[in-house]
């Protein structure tokens, strides 16, 4: 099994930053990427980002790219989501994931290990 643990929210103006983390514990080496996903209340959760732990190839959500930046630390098993000149319709509880598969996408079913999430409220 693969612990999440998610860091990092809270509330914003419009045009702020925030730095979200997620360290991963247990059996982290079965995993080949994590990624970003958020959902917004009465709406389905959506993928933001991701990155694959060997190079760090990542991609975007076109909703977020040149605002956001996924980066991971090998060392300390952590993913980190900088978000920049964030806006109103990016509040929601951001959760962070991990895939074991090889053939992986933007899609929630392709991720194995979820954690709790946390909450980004982006005020107008």
């Known amino acids: 099994q693969v612990q999440l643990v998610e860091s990092g929210g809270g509330l914003v103006q419009a045009g702020g930053s925030l730095k979200l983390s997620c360290v991963a514990s247990?059996?982290?080496?079965?995993?080949?990427?994590m990624g970003w996903f958020r959902q917004a209340p009465g709406k389905e959760r959506e993928f933001v980002a991701n990155?694959?732990?060997?190079?760090?190839?990542?991609y975007y959500a076109d909703s977020v790219k040149g605002r956001f930046a996924i980066s991971r630390d090998n060392a300390k098993i952590t993913v980190s989501l900088q978000m920049n000149s964030l806006k109103p319709e990016d509040t929601g509880v951001y959760y962070c994931?991990?895939?074991?598969?090889?053939?992986?996408?933007?899609?929630?079913?392709?991720?194995?290990?979820w954690g709790q999430g946390t909450q980004v409220t982006v005020s107008s």
């Open positions: 994931a991990a895939t074991k598969r090889l053939r992986y996408g933007n899609n929630a079913v392709d991720y194995d290990y």
């Open positions: 247990g059996r982290t080496f079965s995993t080949y990427a």
């Open positions: 990155i694959r732990w060997s190079d760090a190839m990542a």
